[in-house]
């Protein structure tokens, strides 16, 4: 199995192999891909007719690789005459320079061939090929060969040019070469993606044709972008170099929403290069002390889609926020209820926690006042849509059987919620962590109620009806027999009995009762959830639990931080910062680019962590899960006009300063040292130690 190679600019990437290499297939996303659409599907360089082999690959930047490559297979030593060195590049369109060397002392002639083809495959038909509605056509224009699919006002094409003398036809280009000794040839090859059209529900397409920008743009973008973020200064490379790979990673995956001038976070590559609510949420939660100015674009891009009606297709409600936006064929003629979809159930309490977040943090009182109709809408909805049975908690439960997600919380696989024997309930479920996010919007709703909207009565009804939600909470959902929070509730109330790690959600909303905060950190930290490298999903005596599988028992590195986040509220400082070890060791083996998910081994039995085999990489809340890290570790929390720095790090980790700090209070410095091991020892409470490899 050939190693997969991707560069990124936004919603804009390009799978392929270590050659270069982009070969037909129905259901990989390998190929040229761009709001939600595969504008190449074949890609492929030959020499003379042969196929070239890698000599190396180099991953310069995330929208640049080069690749260094012979003709012809593996042979124990290979004496090249001829070597091709393929440089591409993504930023707006993407841009590939070619080019054949000559390395003896005659002249060669070769013909060097590339195979172009475009299937226009959705991203969902990927997931589940299937036929196209309407063919593609080739058309050979001078010097260009387009690539174009239409199916009503439905309008994707591919424009692929060539600097070079060429003879194009509709499945490719060749070009007859002639190199002179020690010298060599060089083509650039432009592709260009074209979406025109109307999508078939409320959101419509424009001409986009998207503008390319040039290397040094992209660079000059990027180092805007990092130098705007604090400075991180560590005796600690692995953690140097996870900060800065987050940074990065960030600014690949940002892109301009064909419908806003905005600019977001796409959630994850290859399956979710678009806007996620609850993903982007949580990301811009995770980001806020370093990148805060994502904020605005998302909260904007939300509220502009926050639903205004009941549509049972895309599980749209007044006041509900998006689940998911899509722009490819599938959504545009409502074959998936993608544009928007509404079918997840915390985007909307989540929506009310970041607006709160975000002017703690910043003091930006003019947003949380221009949206305050959005979030009383957003609060209204946990209420009255959010509360299905009405019995004052949220649950979940599709509108739409057919085609809509059964599941909608964060853990939204088909078994992701179920009894401690393996059992699924019914539906509707009302999972614990969804009522956390509920007590949560409404404190900080009636922060803001009392603070910015000018309505004390509206602010204590808020209160006392989250006093309420955490009383009936924790006495409904607390397990007397294994203190613990139920993973659910289920139709009949009775209580969906798995030990998760939804359970360090709740210390993050503050939904524990005191008394109960310590069994929850014990729990968190035993064997049954704690892995070594990090919480996984589900405990290990559940029936459906499996070190790989999506939700039942692998770690997910934004769970952790949200976990490790919750701990640190609930002043299990230690804690919180035995998980932050564990997940930035893991960083470390994953060269600072942290997965969706990983295995759920114990860490005694491996050296590294076991990777996830479908794992999203690079995806948006585990990129800025170090960066939520790094706020725990150092004890970050806005106070008023002041910024609280109380660091408590682990043994070992050494020495942080994160200098620059934006916020309300402009701009500050944070310092922490973890203590030495005598200095524990001294203390008599010491970090567990790492966990050694068997």
Same mark, same amino acid.
């Given at each position: 199995?050939?190693?997969?190679?991707?560069? #990124?600019?936004?919603? @804009?990437?390009?799978?392929?192999?270590?050659?270069?290499?982009?070969?037909?297939?129905?259901?990989? /996303?390998?190929?040229?891909?761009?709001?939600?659409?595969?504008?190449?599907?074949?890609?492929?360089?030959?020499?003379?007719? &042969?196929?070239?082999?890698?000599?190396?690959?180099?991953?310069?930047?995330?929208?640049?690789?080069?690749?260094?490559?012979?003709?012809? &297979?593996?042979?124990? $030593? %290979?004496?090249?005459? %001829?070597?091709?060195i393929r440089n591409r590049m993504i930023g707006g369109s993407f841009v590939e320079d070619l080019a054949v060397l000559n390395h003896g002392d005659r002249e060669v002639d070769v013909t060097v061939r590339v195979d172009m083809g475009s299937d226009f495959a959705d991203i969902f038909e990927v997931k589940n090929p299937q036929p196209k509605k309407a063919p593609v056509s080739a058309i050979v224009e001078e010097?260009?060969?387009?690539?174009? $699919?239409?199916?009503?006002?439905?309008h994707r094409e591919t424009v692929i040019s060539t600097d070079a003398a060429a003879l194009i036809d509709p499945g490719g280009m060749t070009f007859q070469v002639r190199v002179p000794p020690q010298g060599e040839w060089q083509t650039r090859l432009q592709v260009r993606t074209l979406v025109l059209g109307a999508q078939e529900r409320d959101f419509r397409d424009t001409v986009k044709l998207r503008h390319a920008r040039s290397r040094d743009e992209l660079d000059e973008e990027l180092r805007r972008w990092t130098s705007a973020a604090p400075r991180l200064c560590s005796d600690n490379p692995s953690i140097m170099s996870t900060y800065?790979?987050?940074?990065?990673?960030?600014?690949?995956?940002?892109?301009?929403?064909? @419908?806003?001038?905005? !600019?977001? %976070?796409?959630?994850?590559l290859?399956?979710?290069?678009?806007?996620?609510?609850?993903?982007?949420?949580?990301?811009?939660?995770?980001?806020?002390?370093?990148?805060?100015?994502?904020? +605005? =674009? *998302?909260?904007? *891009?939300? %509220?502009?889609?926050?639903?205004?009606?009941?549509?049972?297709?895309?599980?749209?409600?007044?006041?509900?926020?998006?689940? &998911?936006?899509?722009?490819?064929?599938?959504?545009?003629?409502?074959?998936?209820?993608?544009? +928007?979809?509404?079918?997840?159930?915390?985007? @909307?309490?989540?929506?009310?926690?970041?607006?709160?977040?975000?002017?703690?943090?910043?003091?930006? =009182?003019?947003?949380?006042?221009?949206?305050?109709?959005?979030?009383?809408? =957003?609060?209204?909805?946990?209420?009255?849509?959010?509360?299905?049975?009405?019995?004052?908690?949220?649950?979940? !439960?599709?509108?739409? /059987?057919?085609?809509?997600?059964?599941?909608?919380?964060?853990?939204?696989?088909?078994?992701?919620?179920?009894?401690?024997?393996?059992?699924?309930?019914?539906?509707?479920?009302?999972?614990?962590?969804? !009522?956390?996010?509920?007590?949560?919007?409404?404190?900080?709703?009636?922060?803001?109620?009392?603070?910015?909207?000018?309505?004390?009565?509206?602010?204590d009804r808020l209160e006392r009806e989250a006093a309420d939600l955490k009383a009936r909470f924790n006495e409904e959902f607390w397990i007397a027999d294994g203190e613990y929070y139920a993973l659910a509730l289920d139709a009949d109330g009775g209580q969906v009995d798995a030990l998760s790690s939804n359970i360090g959600h709740l210390l993050w909303s503050g939904i524990v009762d005191e008394s109960r905060a310590g069994r929850v950190a014990e729990l968190l930290l035993s064997p049954r959830l704690f892995s070594g490298w990090g919480v996984r999903t589900l405990a290990t005596d559940s029936a459906r639990y499996n070190p790989l599988g999506y939700h039942v028992g692998t770690v997910w590195p934004f769970d952790n931080s949200i976990i490790a986040w919750g701990l640190w509220r609930y002043g299990f400082r230690r804690e919180a910062a035995t998980i932050c070890q564990g997940i930035l060791d893991a960083a470390e083996h994953f060269h600072g680019r942290l997965p969706e998910a990983f295995a759920g081994y114990?860490?005694?039995?491996? *050296?590294?962590?076991?990777?996830?085999? *479908?794992?999203?990489?690079?995806? =948006?809340?585990? @990129?800025?899960?170090?960066?939520?890290?790094?706020?725990?570790? #150092?004890?970050?929390?806005?106070?008023?006009?002041? #910024?609280?720095?109380?660091? &408590?790090?682990?043994?070992?980790?050494?020495?942080?300063?994160?200098?620059?700090?934006p916020g309300r209070w402009g701009r500050m410095d944070a310092f922490g040292r973890s203590h030495t091991p005598e200095e524990e020892e001294l203390e008599g409470t010491p970090f567990p130690a790492r966990p050694s490899a068997l």
């Open positions: 199995m050939r190693k997969s190679i991707s560069i #990124l600019d936004g919603n @804009t990437f390009l799978v392929c192999d270590e050659r270069g290499d982009v070969d037909p297939s129905p259901s990989v /996303p390998t190929g040229l891909f761009s709001y939600d659409t595969r504008f190449l599907s074949t890609w492929r360089l030959r020499l003379d007719g &042969e196929r070239l082999h890698a000599l190396s690959v180099d991953d310069i930047r995330y929208f640049e690789t080069r690749f260094f490559l012979v003709p012809g &297979e593996p042979t124990h $030593y %290979v004496d090249a005459k %001829v070597s091709v010097g260009q060969l387009r690539l174009r $699919y239409r199916r009503d006002r439905f800065r790979r987050s940074l990065v990673d960030l600014a690949a995956l940002r892109y301009t929403s064909i @419908t806003m001038a905005a !600019q977001l %976070v796409a959630a994850g290859p399956w979710f290069m678009t806007v996620f609510g609850r993903d982007s949420i949580f990301t811009c939660l995770q980001a806020l002390p370093f990148t805060p100015q994502l904020v +605005p =674009a *998302t909260l904007g *891009t939300l %509220v502009y889609a926050q639903g205004t009606r009941v549509d049972d297709f895309s599980d749209e409600e007044p006041g509900k926020i998006l689940h &998911e936006l899509r722009y490819g064929e599938s959504a545009g003629f409502e074959e998936q209820p993608h544009s +928007p979809y509404y079918g997840s159930a915390d985007s @909307t309490p989540l929506f009310v926690i970041l607006l709160d977040e975000y002017e703690r943090w910043t003091g930006d =009182a003019t947003l949380v006042r221009a949206y305050e109709f959005e979030a009383r809408a =957003a609060l209204r909805w946990i209420d009255t849509y959010g509360d299905l049975l009405d019995t004052g908690y949220l649950w979940y !439960q599709t509108r739409n /059987p057919a085609t809509g997600l059964p599941n909608q919380c964060w853990k939204d696989s088909p078994d992701s919620v179920s009894y401690r024997d393996g059992r699924l309930p019914g539906f509707p479920r009302a999972t614990c962590e969804l !009522q956390g996010y509920a007590y949560d919007a409404k404190m900080r709703g009636a922060r803001l109620a009392r603070l910015f909207w000018n309505d004390p009565a509206y602010a114990p860490r005694t039995r491996t *050296t590294y962590p076991v990777e996830y085999p *479908t794992a999203c990489s690079p995806q =948006a809340w585990s @990129t800025g899960a170090p960066l939520l890290l790094l706020r725990v570790l #150092l004890g970050l929390d806005p106070h008023g006009e002041h #910024l609280i720095v109380d660091p &408590e790090l682990p043994t070992g980790i050494g020495r942080i300063e994160l200098l620059n700090i």
